[in-house]
């Protein structure tokens, strides 16, 4: 499993940077995690977005979806798309209304499956519905937490990961719907997985350096597991 980091801000980007956008890869599966601000202008670099098997939005904050508009006046065949079946605010309604992707909603107790890969999801809390999506081949798993502030069920959900990408680049002693790099810590320590900090503020940002088990997600950088 490769995961690439085509933009890790949150929720505007740094000067240069992009929003929420990751490339999940493994054997002939080819996956956007979120399409966030900046990753039309990025996505070419790893595969045609019009090779993707799927994107999965975590939910429909701009930073995690905006740029599925644009890639509405690209792409000439439906991309299948899985969304919160809340569709939470006007931008789940203007994707739905382009008509330019082939739709799956879901919630916490969907399952499917895209070639050998098994996708199940654990609901946040956040201010839209917003879901940790877990990914399981025969023998790894990774977790992508989407947007949420840490709960005992995430933690749970981690267990038996082997890398867990999370929206976790707050500063210890900051209060917002995200975790914090201790928070991410805590993950670490109880699921025993490596947590990739993304989701980034553009200042201010927590440093994961400073806890064992901790990783900082770095744009154009892939990770394997
Ligand atoms: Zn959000």
Do not use: W
């Amino acid at each position: 499993m490769k995961v690439t980091v085509l933009g890790k801000y949150g929720p505007f980007p740094k000067e240069g940077g992009a929003t929420s956008g990751y490339l999940f890869q493994h054997g002939k599966v080819n996956i956007m995690l979120d399409y966030g601000c900046g990753i039309n202008g990025r996505i070419d670099e790893y595969i045609a977005p019009e090779n993707l098997d799927a994107i999965i939005l975590s939910h429909t904050h701009f930073d995690h979806a905006s740029d599925l508009l644009v890639l509405s006046y690209r792409i000439k065949k439906p991309i299948k798309l899985y969304m919160p079946d809340t569709k939470d605010g006007d931008l789940a309604a203007a994707i739905i209304n382009t008509d330019a992707f082939d739709i799956e909603y879901y919630n916490e107790n969907t399952e499917f499956s895209i070639g050998d890969l098994s996708f199940s999801f654990c609901k946040g809390i956040h201010p839209f519905t917003s879901y940790s999506l877990k990914i399981k081949s025969d023998d790894k798993t990774f977790v992508y937490t989407g947007d949420t502030v840490y709960t005992e069920e995430l933690v749970e959900f981690c267990k038996g990961a082997g890398l867990v990408l999370a929206d976790a680049m707050q500063k210890e002693d900051v209060k917002n719907p995200h975790m914090t790099v201790l928070e991410a810590s805590n993950i670490h320590k109880i699921s025993g997985a490596t947590v990739l900090c993304s989701h980034a503020p553009a200042q201010n940002a927590g440093d994961p350096t400073k806890y064992e088990g901790l990783i900082e997600a770095e744009e154009f950088t892939s990770y394997t597991l």
